[in-house]
């Protein structure tokens, strides 16, 4: 059982170049997220699956698309790179148990993709 | 503008003592709120939660604060143990959208042998 894989671990890009993140989650959980990780700023939530075939913008969406494949994998892609991406990514996913209110459980991380832009 | 504050970016504290690690939040309609612990190179990983129904909740040596009045919670371990040093961000989130956790900055925990 695996949890929360990650690819790349590093990547370095030059501005304008594109790049597809990959997560996969063997957890069978419902709800996948991605965020990003800048110095003194926490992580931020970009976008996230609530379930498999939906998508939604999180905190700071712009500059990135996302495709939730099936239910195990989640996609963040940078069209054209900026300096300003440069962060340390992490994909996460969720387990919800619904009822007449959500019982929350908490998010599963993975390792984290270290990505500079140059 | 952050909705979640970790205002102290480190703690050192000696092992054996209690650590307190504290956050500060906004928005009242956040009603569930979590822990995580962070070491470098490695995912943050889940430590402890609290929903808004309670103000305490214990789990070993971790014990999680809230004071919703204050809008401020707090994370006490005890006692503390070189292998707690580690980044730990509180997160919030409210009903109404419980897919978006909002983090704080984090606090860096050194705790002395």
């Known amino acids: 059982n695996a949890g929360v894989t990650q690819t790349p671990k590093f990547q370095v890009l030059k501005t304008g170049q594109s790049m597809t993140l990959q997560c996969a989650q063997d957890?069978?959980?419902?709800?996948m997220y991605w965020y990003r990780q800048d110095p003194g700023m926490g992580l931020r939530l970009i976008y996230y699956?609530?379930?498999?075939?939906?998508?939604d913008k999180g905190e700071v969406p712009n500059g990135y698309n996302v495709s939730r494949l099936n239910k195990r994998e989640f996609s963040l892609r940078l069209e054209s790179a900026a300096p300003s991406q440069t962060s340390v990514y992490f994909c996460?996913?969720?387990?919800?148990?619904?009822?007449?209110?959500?019982?929350?459980?908490?998010?599963?991380f993975g390792p984290g993709t270290r990505l500079t832009v140059l | 503008d952050q909705q979640v504050k970790q205002n102290s970016p480190s703690l050192s504290v000696q092992e054996g003592r209690i650590s307190i690690l504290n956050c500060d939040y906004t928005?009242?309609?956040?009603?569930?709120f979590l822990w995580y612990k962070k070491y470098p190179a490695e995912g943050p990983t889940f430590l402890i939660s609290?929903?808004?129904?309670?103000d305490k909740n214990e789990d070993g040596r971790f014990t999680v604060f809230l004071n919703k009045s204050a809008k401020h919670l707090s994370l006490h371990i005890v006692p503390s143990q070189p292998g707690d040093s580690a980044v730990y961000f509180c997160?919030?989130?409210?009903?109404?959208?419980?897919?978006?956790?909002?983090f704080g900055s984090g606090t860096k925990l050194n705790v002395k042998p």
């Open positions: 699956s609530a379930s498999e075939g939906t998508t």
């Open positions: 609290i929903s808004s129904i309670k």
């Open positions: 997160a919030a989130s409210a009903m109404n959208n419980f897919n978006k956790f909002y």
């Open positions: 957890m069978n959980h419902n709800s």
């Open positions: 928005n009242s309609m956040f009603d569930y």
């Open positions: 996460a996913s969720r387990s919800l148990l619904a009822g007449a209110s959500p019982i929350y459980n908490e998010q599963f």
